[in-house]
């Protein structure tokens, strides 16, 4: 597969954390110290279909084609206020396709899942072009009183079009299932069956817990994918990680012995909004012109489950 085209979209309030120390026992020094980021975007008025859709169409555009010639979507989505259909689905219809869509769940490493899933559909003959959307609302899933997890966290979308092509050098997916370290319970609807109260909570995280699997599981991902296909790290033009922490960004940088300016980021613009970080990121960078024809783009994600995905790709816009 190769990329052909690439969208973001992003709510319009931007919350900044001198905004957060007006209920909130915390401050810009003590946010900007432990993750990096200075402000996130929320949704207000905005629904996440709304950027699932912007962001969709910006790819589409950019790629050069319609959403007729769409043959699949894949949505990369952790929550959102449907249940039921699939969020795939409603993009499906506000756009105008007629392929088959279906939403995935890989928690922040879902777009490179997504990337595996469209890169053996392509393989198989069974698609020609691929919509890829991330689209996510991890603010939804916080308690705002608890300093330790709403003041990362920020919504968004970030969409690709993929189509045939020799650019993926290698895809690296692990999952290790260790609910504890970071989850959600939802409230679910009561039957005159259930026994006894069913637990919900906000979003729980372990944040050392997280921390020392994100570190060492990318710092190894990128050591094996880099191994595997002979690619030596001075032919990688930009890591391209999972936009969580700028600490976490950072150590992982540290381990691999490279130098700053081949780890974009914009976590301190726009917060953790999970899967759409990494498409979020890419499509800013091809627009702002940082990327061009042949660079080695190596990509890697984690998050809950606790999943992991790497990928090794060549730019080919």
């Given at each position: 597969?190769?990329?052909?085209?690439?969208?973001?979209?992003?709510?319009?309030?931007?919350?900044?954390?001198?905004?957060?120390?007006?209920?909130?026992?915390?401050?810009?020094?003590?946010?900007?110290?432990?993750?990096?980021?200075?402000?996130?975007?929320?949704?207000?008025?905005?629904?996440?279909?709304?950027?699932?859709?912007?962001?969709?169409?910006?790819?589409?555009?950019?790629?050069?084609?319609?959403?007729?010639d769409l043959d699949y979507i894949i949505c990369s989505n952790?929550?959102?206020?449907?249940?039921?259909?699939?969020?795939?689905?409603?993009?499906?219809?506000?756009?105008?396709?007629?392929?088959?869509?279906?939403?995935?769940?890989?928690?922040?490493?879902?777009?490179?899942?997504?990337?595996?899933?469209?890169?053996?559909?392509?393989?198989?003959?069974?698609?020609?072009?691929?919509?890829?959307?991330?689209?996510?609302?991890?603010?939804?899933?916080?308690?705002?009183?608890?300093?330790?997890?709403?003041?990362?966290?920020?919504d968004g979308a970030g969409a690709a079009v993929v189509g045939?092509?020799?650019?993926?050098?290698?895809?690296?997916?692990?999952?290790?299932?260790?609910?504890?370290?970071?989850?959600?319970?939802?409230?679910?609807?009561?039957?005159?069956?259930?026994?006894?109260?069913?637990?919900?909570?906000?979003?729980?995280?372990?944040?050392?817990?997280?921390?020392?699997?994100?570190?060492?599981?990318?710092?190894?991902?990128?050591?094996?994918?880099?191994?595997?296909?002979?690619?030596?790290?001075?032919?990688?033009?930009?890591?391209?990680?999972?936009?969580?922490?700028?600490?976490?960004?950072?150590?992982?940088?540290?381990?691999?012995?490279?130098?700053?300016?081949?780890?974009?980021?914009?976590?301190?613009?726009?917060?953790?909004?999970?899967?759409?970080?990494?498409?979020?990121?890419?499509?800013?960078?091809?627009?702002?012109?940082?990327?061009?024809?042949?660079?080695?783009?190596?990509?890697?994600?984690?998050?809950?489950?606790?999943?992991?995905?790497?990928?090794?790709?060549?730019?080919?816009?």
């Amino acid at each position: 597969m190769k990329i052909l085209g690439t969208g973001c979209a992003s709510p319009s309030l931007a919350v900044t954390n001198k905004m957060l120390e007006e209920f909130l026992d915390t401050s810009d020094e003590w946010i900007t110290e432990r993750t990096g980021i200075k402000e996130r975007r929320l949704m207000t008025s905005e629904h996440l279909l709304d950027l699932a859709v912007e962001a969709a169409r910006k790819a589409i555009d950019d790629a050069g084609m319609t959403a007729a010639d769409l043959d699949y979507i894949i949505c990369s989505n952790v929550v959102n206020e449907y249940s039921t259909p699939a969020l795939s689905c409603l993009i499906q219809g506000a756009i105008g396709a007629t392929c088959p869509c279906l939403d995935i769940n890989a928690a922040c490493a879902g777009f490179i899942f997504a990337l595996d899933m469209a890169e053996d559909k392509l393989r198989a003959g069974k698609a020609e072009n691929i919509l890829i959307v991330c689209a996510e609302e991890p603010t939804r899933m916080v308690d705002w009183n608890d300093r330790n997890t709403c003041v990362l966290f920020g919504d968004g979308a970030g969409a690709a079009v993929v189509g045939r092509g020799d650019a993926m050098k290698t895809v690296r997916l692990t999952t290790s299932s260790r609910k504890e370290v970071l989850y959600q319970v939802r409230r679910l609807e009561p039957t005159p069956y259930l026994d006894g109260e069913r637990e919900f909570a906000p979003l729980v995280m372990k944040g050392r817990d997280v921390f020392k699997t994100a570190v060492s599981s990318s710092t190894a991902d990128i050591k094996a994918m880099l191994a595997e296909t002979g690619i030596d790290p001075s032919q990688v033009k930009y890591y391209v990680l999972h936009q969580a922490n700028e600490r976490i960004i950072d150590s992982i940088r540290g381990l691999l012995g490279e130098q700053p300016e081949k780890f974009p980021h914009n976590v301190e613009r726009y917060g953790n909004t999970s899967s759409a970080s990494v498409p979020i990121l890419l499509d800013e960078m091809s627009r702002a012109g940082k990327l061009s024809k042949g660079d080695i783009l190596v990509m890697s994600a984690f998050g809950a489950g606790f999943t992991t995905a790497g990928c090794i790709l060549e730019w080919t816009k």
